[in-house]
């Protein structure tokens, strides 16, 4: 089949995209990780606006200002912040899209009508959106009294007022969590692959976990980690954990993206035509089960689109917790935010590029071996 | 399939070629944040500027949105990128000084300044906050008063709660009220809560002392500043900070004045703006204003200014464009449709019937009043420091801790360039 | 014995239906919610729009506001169709054909590619603005509606192609080898087999990109100017000022919302099961 004047033809289709992204993605990237090795804005005798400004290399100084510098903990806030948004996020919003998906399945009357619905919240415009939503989750009004509606007791959760932090933890005290996380999805992925007697696998995984435990032990961490001062008192100032505040933002952000994700599982769904599905794998009976045994598997590949789709949404979330809380809210800040207002509302280029930097960074660590992982499967 | 395809490729050419821009002479590039209800005023001087020149075309560009992020997003973007527009709005003081004039964005205007006799015109206060090593670099238009306390009389009698004039004063009003399950002041988001410790340091330090603060006289970790900060956590117990306050946006709080849910709030003269043309209610009767308890004969100024930058295509119509700001006829014209006062001393005796009874006494006491620059507004510190003393803030609301906030508050400054470091 | 069976049957499966439609019903309320506060906030009188009034209706309906906004952002309308159909269809069709190389064509370091290809998702657009504006000025095409078509082009092709990617990978590959055999190469498998059956694919793609580069306004502030801008730009305005008139804004919002759900209504025919039954001949 693949002839070598095909496969030639099919490398060249993939060149623009290459080279256009060369440009608008690692070039603007490299620009920018050069930036945040620089003292750009962080010089008072080299205003940030100059025309002219000469940017000094400072090496990693800005990032170690972000991880310890008292002044910056909304910064490590923000991070917290983007990891738990990014999990509720998730999570409620594949449950929700399968729910609507299942639902809209069964034959209902109007079907159009209601797929339209769902997926109407994505066509309003953010600041609307964030308006609404910061009216209906007011604490006197709002959401709170919709229980007055059927003759029931009012809410009382402060929403996006609340000051409720759940899971806390202390950022020392991180390492040790990445670890024993690091370690019990290694680990659970080793015993899957002994379980298939793939024992190659298996062993490197193990191996992998092995290295995880080590690194921890040989105190590794404590030479990036604690020595970079992390301020002890931190603690006491803000408690990190679940900011009971974001409950407000994911829920809207849910309310949002749902209908998408319904659209993408929809498409899973129906997309193949059906006779060639079954030619493919061995044709059960049509009941409850066996369609939840069917369905499953299908939707397998859109799970994962789903959640780089949704994954990337939440770490770049700007616009919608932009308009529901402000730029400078601390309970709901996040790392898109602060770029934004770190480089044009204070000047100080170099730590936004550092925290745009920081948060690739972060997805490059956890997606890319997970992508790697996924792509030899596929093969 | 293939015929499509062309057909496509078509319709495509032809769509692509809508769209681009051509440089044109005669034009003006005017860059702001108004829009709204505060388009009117800024349409009033372009139409101004028509009449004295119809043969230039006025481009109002305006950038709003995020209090102002966005606008400094795309006109620093311009500005980097060597594309700067030929007037843009700033504030007075160091948001002007601290990001534009150390830059060498800004050129100097001492000259129009000379021409049009506008130094026995503009108090010395403003002017000082234009001018950087003598030299002044752009035109105010206007000037907003911050901190101004407002109540509504007939609660207040009806409470029997008179206006405190002292701390001390506002703490027992407080208490009274707290019991009767009022809030006695009511805030809104964080940028409220930053304009509140202003008139709090104002108050505790005094006129002086609060000005010494930013030039360096006075030291951020210092014992008067543990002082200013323990009283801000006073007058904070006294808000409805943790209640409501992070979703509130300053009309929305000024809402709950006028409902009779809180008894007095702290902000800026725009709220007249906001009572007296979209809610209707007048000025003295239905609402009232008073100095925030310590700071009688303190004006907290802020101003909306215009520059000429470095390199603009069209500088002479530009300058023309700042000449007729800083004019009789400009400010007259502008300020009554934007709720503010002109910054000239002798623009609302020249025509006091285009001003509502609050601007005309606003207008008085920007002539007679010691005047202190806003921190919130950009008048005293640069942007730098604005934008991290969030974290200071954020820091003592947590913590509560006088001591922790002000090294905090020091730390930042030092780390920005302000408070005379 | 017949007919308890017979109705047993047919009882579990009207409560089946009607809870169905009840979590419908419930469903659209929940959604539906937060759109009637937009345009129950859209009529009312500046005055009247108040936290504690949220919910009551206006006393007469304000219809001035939407004719305000469209006069205020109405010219604009046309920037936005420009830059939202050129920009999603393109960024659509070669979305589609990098999904269709990356899926079923083995070329040299394409574990790598794909990655590659992926991380331009998690670009946040703050952070590049600045050199992007730079690129933009230099290279002329600052200003205008064609400069943010290919920006949103070329930020859209890592999502299309990854929405692209993973949906033709469920195509068997058996069908391709068929076709192979029969002699078709890399363009006839595409236009035969690939693209006929890319149908819910592109509606995904097409629902995803309308919408951002319908509603995204960070590009579109700072990359177009006067007459050139998108709607996105005149939106914001409307909700400037120091006292926002919400129902002004409101407005604005119910008429730019009303494309891109007139876009979804059409698209979401194409998820009807068996569309493309019987079309492939095995």
């Not at chain 1, 919003?93 to 919240?121: C, M, N, Y």
């Not at chain 2, 496509?8 to 440089?23: H, P, Q, S």
Request: glycine share 8%.
């Amino acid at each position: 089949m693949r002839n070598r004047q095909d496969r030639l033809t099919a490398l060249l289709m993939l060149m623009p995209t290459f080279i256009l992204l060369g440009i608008f993605v690692y070039f603007f990237l490299g620009k920018t990780i050069y930036y945040s090795t620089t003292d750009w804005g962080e010089n008072p005798s080299q205003p940030a606006l100059s025309e002219n400004v000469i940017r000094q290399n400072i090496g990693l100084q800005n990032y170690q200002n972000l991880m310890t510098d008292i002044i910056q903990a909304m910064f490590r806030n923000s991070l917290t912040n983007m990891f738990f948004f990014f999990v509720f996020f998730v999570v409620g919003s594949v449950a929700v899209g399968l729910l609507l998906t299942i639902i809209l399945d069964q034959k209902i009357v109007a079907e159009t009508f209601f797929r339209t619905i769902f997926l109407s919240p994505m066509a309003l415009s953010f600041v609307v959106t964030g308006t609404i939503w910061r009216w209906l989750l007011q604490p006197d009004g709002g959401l709170n009294y919709l229980p007055t509606v059927f003759g029931l007791e009012p809410f009382h959760f402060n929403w996006m007022n609340s000051q409720d932090v759940w899971f806390q933890f202390t950022w020392d005290k991180v390492p040790q969590y990445l670890t024993f996380v690091g370690f019990a999805i290694l680990a659970l992925l080793a015993v899957r692959r002994v379980l298939r007697q793939d024992w190659r696998s298996a062993s490197f995984m193990s191996a992998l976990a092995g290295i995880v435990i080590l690194i921890f032990a040989a105190g590794v961490w404590d030479r990036i980690w604690l020595p970079l001062d992390v301020p002890e008192a931190e603690p006491s100032i803000a408690p990190k954990g679940f900011n009971a505040a974001l409950v407000g933002v994911i829920i809207a952000a849910i309310w949002q993206m749902s209908g998408y994700v319904m659209a993408i599982f929809t498409a899973g769904l129906r997309g193949i035509p059906e006779d060639l599905r079954e030619a493919a794998q061995v044709d059960g009976c049509s009941n409850l089960k066996v369609y939840t045994h069917i369905i499953l598997p299908q939707l397998r590949p859109f799970v994962i689109s789903t959640i780089i789709i949704l994954g990337h949404t939440s770490l770049k979330i700007f616009d919608l917790v932009f308009a529901m809380s402000g730029p400078d809210n601390a309970r709901t800040v996040m790392p898109g935010i602060l770029v934004y207002t770190k480089g044009f509302r204070q000047n100080s280029f170099a730590q936004a590029s550092a925290i745009a930097t920081i948060v690739l960074l972060l997805v490059i660590i956890t997606a890319v071996p997970y992508l790697y992982v996924q792509l030899r499967h596929h093969e | 399939m293939k015929r499509h395809l062309i057909l496509f490729a078509a319709i495509l050419a032809f769509l692509l070629m809508i769209g681009g821009v051509t440089a044109q002479d005669g034009v003006l590039e005017i860059f702001s944040w108004w829009a709204g209800d505060e388009g009117p005023a800024l349409e009033a001087l372009i139409a101004l500027y028509n009449m004295r020149y119809p043969d230039v075309e006025v481009i109002n560009a305006t950038v709003t949105g995020g209090a102002g992020v966005n606008f400094r997003a795309v006109l620093k973007t311009r500005m980097l990128g060597g594309n700067p527009p030929d007037s843009f709005q700033v504030h007075a003081g160091q948001e002007l000084i601290g990001t534009w004039v150390i830059a060498n964005r800004m050129q100097d205007l001492t000259w129009l300044y000379e021409q049009e006799g506008w130094f026995g015109v503009f108090p010395q206060g403003l002017i000082d906050q234009l001018s950087y090593e003598g030299r002044i670099y752009s035109v105010p238009v206007n000037i907003h008063r911050a901190g101004v306390l407002w109540y509504i009389p007939d609660q207040l009698a009806e409470w029997g709660v008179s206006v405190p004039t002292t701390l001390d004063e506002f703490y027992s009003v407080c208490a009274d009220l707290q019991t009767r399950g009022i809030t006695p002041l009511v805030i809104g988001e964080a940028w409220t809560v930053i304009h509140l410790w202003d008139q709090v340091a104002l108050s505790v330090l005094g006129a002086d002392g609060y000005d010494a603060l930013w030039t360096g006289g006075l030291s951020p970790a210092g014992s008067e500043m543990i002082a200013v900060w323990d009283a801000f956590g006073r007058v904070l117990d006294c808000t409805n900070l943790h209640q409501n306050a992070a979703g509130l946006s300053w009309q929305q709080a000024t809402d709950l004045l006028v409902a009779g849910d809180a008894a007095f709030n702290v902000m800026g003269d725009w709220v007249a703006g906001y009572l007296s043309t979209t809610l209707g209610l007048t000025p003295g009767e239905d609402y009232g204003w008073a100095d925030f308890p310590g700071t009688e004969g303190v004006f907290t100024w802020l101003s909306d200014t215009f520059g000429l930058p470095v390199g603009v295509p069209n500088e002479a119509a530009a300058v023309e464009w700042l000449r007729l700001l800083g004019s009789l006829e400009g400010q007259n014209a502008f300020n009554p449709l934007k709720g503010s006062i002109p910054a000239r001393v002798d623009a609302v005796e020249a025509v006091p019937e285009l001003y509502n009874a609050y601007l005309q006494y606003t207008a008085d006491e920007w002539a007679k009043d010691r005047l202190v620059g806003s921190m919130m507004h950009g008048v005293v510190a640069n942007e730098r420091f604005m934008g991290d003393f969030n974290q200071v803030l954020d820091i003592y609301i947590q913590s509560r801790s006088s001591a922790g906030a002000a090294s905090a508050m020091e730390a930042v400054c030092i780390q920005a360039g302000a408070c005379g470091y | 014995m017949n007919d308890t069976h017979f109705s047993g049957a047919k009882f579990r499966h009207y409560t089946l239906r009607t809870t169905l439609y009840i979590l419908l019903i419930v469903g659209t309320f929940v959604f539906l919610l937060p759109i009637f506060v937009v345009v129950n906030t859209s009529l009312k009188d500046p005055a009247a729009i108040n936290l504690a009034t949220t919910w009551r209706l206006p006393a007469q309906f304000h219809w001035q506001s939407y004719a305000e906004a469209i006069e205020k952002f109405g010219p604009r309308i046309w920037n936005s169709i420009t830059l939202v159909t050129n920009a999603t269809l393109l960024s659509a069709v070669i979305g589609s054909l990098n999904g269709y190389v990356l899926s079923k064509w083995r070329i040299a370091g394409e574990r790598f590619l794909f990655p590659l290809i992926l991380l331009g998702l998690f670009i946040p657009y703050q952070g590049i603005l600045i050199p992007l504006f730079e690129f933009m000025r230099d290279a002329r095409l600052y200003g205008g509606i064609p400069g943010l078509i290919i920006i949103h082009t070329i930020y859209g092709l890592p999502i299309t192609t990854l929405i692209f990617r993973n949906f033709y990978i469920e195509i068997p590959d058996e069908m391709l080898e068929a076709a192979a055999i029969d002699g078709a190469g890399f363009w006839d498998i595409y236009t035969q087999i690939v693209f006929p059956l890319s149908v819910s694919g592109f509606v995904v793609v097409i629902i995803w990109q309308f919408t951002q580069i319908w509603n995204e306004f960070l590009f579109a502030v700072t990359m177009t100017t006067g007459a050139a801008e998108p709607i996105t730009v005149g939106l914001a305005q409307l909700a400037g000022g120091e006292a926002v008139q919400w129902n002004l804004p409101m407005a604005g919002a119910v008429i730019a919302a009303l494309p891109p759900i007139l876009v979804y209504l059409i698209l979401s025919r194409y998820f009807i099961r068996g569309l493309l039954a019987g079309s492939i001949k095995t």
